[in-house]
């Protein structure tokens, strides 16, 4: 018999192996000589009351069930001289189209305007220690995408439990740590995932796939409404189908598409500050305890509420984290969270943002399909202009942001380039502003002590999402402008995160393969 069991084990005994078996017996009504085997299936933290570990595992009385291969391993092809698929961007939905098309026979090419994953160090430490913004490789650009340098978080709202499942075995296959697979929360970090990443584009390109970088696409080759080519600053590439996968800052894109008149239309964004406390406030609110048990991962949150009909949020929260700069152009202050693999920096933060939508961009005379964009990028913009004309961020204590005062001092901060006091209620639209200081009201109700002495926002936190969304047929995923043009991931407004772009990139090139399939 296959029995599926949750268990709860004191954080004191999560390694006791012993008494996890006895448990299981226990629940499932065995003895320990009936026990064939048993498989942990999710791992979560229930903390309503003193902290346990939930271990949800599959437990086999028969030893046939139990060694059964739980799922099979993708099957690559060699794909050398099989018909070229290209590929923009070497993000996850750029990285998971090119496996889906080894699978299908198909060849991927990829082209990156950034560097691979290792090189884009030094252009990271330049924004950090100079304030030196390379637009083609910083902390949104180059191989692995935003998520690459910007925290490994694995979290979805995806019903497609399959799916997920498939993407996270691919980062396991590749030397992800297996406990992702069962991490209510998964998490590989940003020290961790450059290497993944690496060996991703090992493979595409052991199979016979093509990855390039330093191949920024600056003009599509159309003719008769029919892809003829990808054009770069040093190339022109001849090809039929190109899978459009460049991520939601790649505003240079928006703008070509729009030039070329090809349909692209605003979408909702959101818009607000990181917000940053310390690690050890988050936990004691979080667990209850004085101290964190050693065994219990550095504790996040997840706070939400609406304001006349408009969402306030927490967003991409890292427990144990830093705030990173993630400008893509020289004069704008951006900045994103990031947590390294052990999540051990004495600081938490999290977006704290409200939704906007193309109407508001409208009210401060941005309209059209670049409305939201335009919007965006000008508050970014202020932000900077703000400053001494380095990547130090504007910041005022949370108290003094509802207060609507300048703050005299700040505290400590993790985000490296610094900080300067400014009034961020007042850099910030007024109707951002105002349903932010409602939200952090809020949520002080909810965890008191959240708006308290110790916590600073620091801005802007303003690329959540594609500002743009650039239209596809619902099953063959093809722009309706453009025959061979296949929009993709988060840049296209059809994904939010790793893995839902994972997610994405897979079923694009899977709609290419049908498409062909249909055609022959």
């Not at 637009?135 to 650009?141: I, L, M």
């Not at 980062?171 to 991490?183: K, M, N, R």
């Amino acid at each position: 018999m296959i029995y599926d069991l949750e268990i709860s084990i004191d954080p004191s005994e999560i390694n006791n192996e012993e008494l996890i078996v006895q448990s299981l017996c226990r629940k499932a009504g065995i003895s320990t000589d009936d026990l064939a085997g048993y498989h942990l299936r999710r791992r979560s933290i229930d903390s309503r009351k003193m902290p346990v570990f939930k271990l949800r595992y599959q437990v086999y009385t028969s030893a046939e069930d139990y060694e059964r291969p739980i799922k099979d391993q993708p099957r690559y092809l060699n794909v050398e001289n099989s018909e070229e698929v290209f590929i923009v961007g070497a993000g996850p939905a750029g990285y998971f189209a090119a496996l889906r098309c080894l699978e299908h026979g198909l060849k991927p090419i990829v082209l990156d305007r950034g560097k691979d994953a290792k090189s884009r160090r030094r252009d990271l430490r330049a924004i950090q220690q100079e304030g030196i913004v390379n637009p083609d490789s910083n902390y949104c650009f180059g191989e692995g995408g935003a998520g690459t340098y910007s925290d490994g978080k694995l979290y979805t709202r995806s019903k497609k439990r399959g799916s997920v499942d498939s993407v996270l075995r691919i980062l396991v296959d590749h030397g992800a740590d297996p406990d992702i697979l069962v991490e209510a929360h998964p998490h590989i970090g940003s020290n961790k995932l450059p290497k993944i990443i690496a060996n991703i584009r090992g493979t595409i390109e052991a199979h016979g796939g093509q990855v390039l970088f330093g191949q920024k696409v600056i003009d599509l080759d159309i003719q008769g409404h029919h892809l003829k080519g990808l054009i770069t600053q040093t190339d022109t590439f001849p090809c039929k189908k190109a899978i459009l996968a460049t991520g939601h800052s790649a505003r240079d894109i928006y703008n070509l598409l729009y030039r070329k008149g090809i349909s692209i239309e605003g979408k909702p964004f959101a818009l607000g500050v990181r917000v940053e406390h310390p690690q050890t406030f988050i936990d004691q609110k979080q667990y209850g305890m004085a101290i964190r048990h050693p065994n219990l991962p550095a504790a996040s949150y997840r706070l939400a509420c609406e304001i006349h009909g408009r969402g306030v949020f927490s967003f991409c929260m890292c427990p144990g984290g830093l705030i990173v700069p993630a400008a893509t152009a020289p004069g704008e202050i951006v900045v994103n969270g990031m947590s390294l693999s052990r999540r051990d920096s004495p600081f938490a933060n999290a977006g704290i943002v409200v939704a906007v939508s193309p109407q508001d961009a409208g009210l401060h005379g941005f309209s059209g399909p670049l409305g939201s964009m335009l919007f965006q990028s000008q508050i970014e913009k202020s932000m900077f202009e703000s400053g001494d004309g380095s990547q130090k961020a504007p910041a005022q204590r949370v108290r003094d942001f509802l207060r609507g005062t300048k703050s005299s001092s700040l505290g400590p901060t993790s985000y490296i380039p610094g900080i300067h006091s400014q009034s961020l209620d007042q850099l910030l639209p007024s109707q951002i502003s105002q349903n932010l200081k409602k939200g952090f009201t809020i949520f002080e109700r909810k965890m008191p002590g959240f708006t308290g002495k110790e916590a600073i926002v620091v801005g802007v936190e303003s690329r959540t999402s594609a500002p743009v969304r650039i239209p596809r047929h619902t099953e063959t995923c093809l722009h309706p402008d453009v025959m061979g043009l296949y929009p993709c991931g988060e840049g296209a407004g059809y994904a939010g995160g790793i893995v839902s772009a994972a997610i994405d990139g897979q079923k694009v090139a899977t709609a290419i393969a049908e498409l062909k399939l249909k055609s022959a």
